[in-house]
């Protein structure tokens, strides 16, 4: 299966420093975004640290197959499963122990959300409200759950479109990595077809372009996702660029 993949970041039309990471690790068919909290710079220092950490887990592992990992298998897991998931703690615990040891960066944290393909399947980790989405047959479903305070109470109250715009705590990000010094990552499998396009995004994209936009852009673009992935930056951007935004696209042909 060959992969077709893009990415672009921008400071937005608000911020004044860009404290979202992508990293695209190709040789081993990994994406990943990042979208760092913290005072002063300690948000881009957290993003930098989860999507190095990852693909050099990533790295080590390939180059070494005997390489003792840091945290047990979840014997429920399978292997490529388990080293996606392994890869995301590892970035967790190394945030939080520079947080920790530095007054400076104390309290910085990070989303992330990430796409392997391995040989068995394809997966998508992911901590906090980092996206992602499927587009597929030109639909677009979102494939990961927002660990936000938001998505909290969606799951318990209903509420209208302009009560979720006014949602007083609409940015609590509930799970993200550097929190503690342990995380809970969703792993999802996919249920991979040719043709499909995966979209990595940080919020300041997803919090300012409607799906059906983002899903407008791709479909638009499908035969070049280095313009889809400038015009949906220039559209988060249009629409008021009030965060970073940072997408990847990855497309399985």
């Not at 420093?17 to 300690?42: I, R, T």
Request: aromatic content about 8%.
């Amino acid at each position: 299966m060959k992969i077709r993949y893009a990415g672009g970041t921008h400071v937005g039309m608000k911020r004044g420093h860009n404290e979202d990471s992508f990293f695209l690790l190709a040789d081993q068919n990994l994406y990943v975004v990042a979208d760092g909290m913290g005072g002063h710079n300690s948000g881009e220092v957290a993003s930098q640290i989860a999507v190095e950490t990852l693909a050099n887990f990533f790295r080590e592992t390939e180059q070494d197959e005997d390489l003792t990992w840091p945290f047990k298998e979840d014997p429920a897991m399978r292997y490529e499963e388990n080293r996606l998931s392994t890869g995301i703690k590892l970035a967790n615990l190394r945030i939080y122990e520079m947080a920790a040891s530095d007054e400076k960066h104390r309290g910085m944290g990070t989303t992330i959300v990430s796409l392997y393909f391995g040989k068995e399947g394809a997966y998508l980790g992911h901590v906090g409200d980092s996206r992602g989405y499927r587009v597929r047959s030109g639909e677009i479903a979102q494939m990961t759950e927002d660990h936000s305070l938001l998505n909290d109470y969606l799951k318990v109250h209903k509420l209208t479109q302009k009560e979720i715009e006014n949602f007083p705590h609409k940015n609590v990000i509930v799970r993200a990595l550097g929190m503690k010094d342990s995380v809970i990552v969703d792993v999802k499998r996919l249920d991979l077809r040719s043709g499909d396009f995966y979209l990595l995004c940080s919020d300041g994209l997803s919090g300012m372009v409607p799906d059906d936009s983002i899903r407008d852009a791709v479909v638009k673009n499908g035969d070049n996702i280095e313009q889809a992935v400038q015009d949906l930056i220039a559209l988060a951007n249009k629409n008021g660029g009030l965060d970073n935004v940072t997408v990847v696209l990855v497309q399985a042909v």
